[in-house]
């Protein structure tokens, strides 16, 4: 992600990278923060750890956009979150994808930054599947039909 930022301050698009999560190891967070200063993104690059509770929220209403680019989780609750919050989320497709190259996620990037109508239908779009998958009677229906379909063997 520090490195697709740098590819699209390239392209003339800045974008400042709220990156939360768990700590890791001090040098690890080191490497991450030598990263962006080598690709030119520093200044425009924020390490904010767990972020919890209202906080969270106040960067999912902030955000333009969510980025999961992982190898270790395919589809988190995280991602659920952004949805539900009406971001346009972009994410692998699989935990077997290679994302080491930064150029397939500034390129995917790149439309919705340029265009805030195109992030808001997206964002809509999102909001409105998760709030139908996860509504109370379509869960049910799903623990049911899941239910059954173990009972018959299927």
Do not use: C
Not at 67 to 83: C, D, I, K, S, W
Not at 102 to 128: M, S
């Amino acid at each position: 992600l520090i490195e697709a930022a740098a590819d699209l301050k390239q392209r003339k698009i800045d974008v400042d990278l709220w990156i939360a999560g768990p700590p890791h190891e001090p040098a690890y967070l080191d490497q991450l923060n030598r990263l962006a200063d080598r690709q030119g993104v520093a200044a425009r690059t924020h390490f904010l750890g767990m972020v919890r509770g209202d906080a969270k929220w106040a960067l999912y209403r902030a955000a333009d956009v969510f980025v999961l680019p992982t190898q270790q989780e395919n589809f988190g609750l995280v991602l659920v979150a952004a949805m539900g919050s009406g971001l346009p989320v972009l994410t692998t497709t699989g935990v077997t994808q290679d994302w080491t190259d930064a150029y397939p996620i500034a390129l995917a990037l790149q439309p919705g930054l340029a265009d805030a109508d195109l992030r808001r239908r997206v964002g809509t779009a999102g909001r409105e599947y998760v709030r139908r998958w996860l509504d109370p009677e379509s869960v049910v229906d799903q623990y049911v039909a899941a239910y059954t379909n173990t009972q018959s063997g299927a």
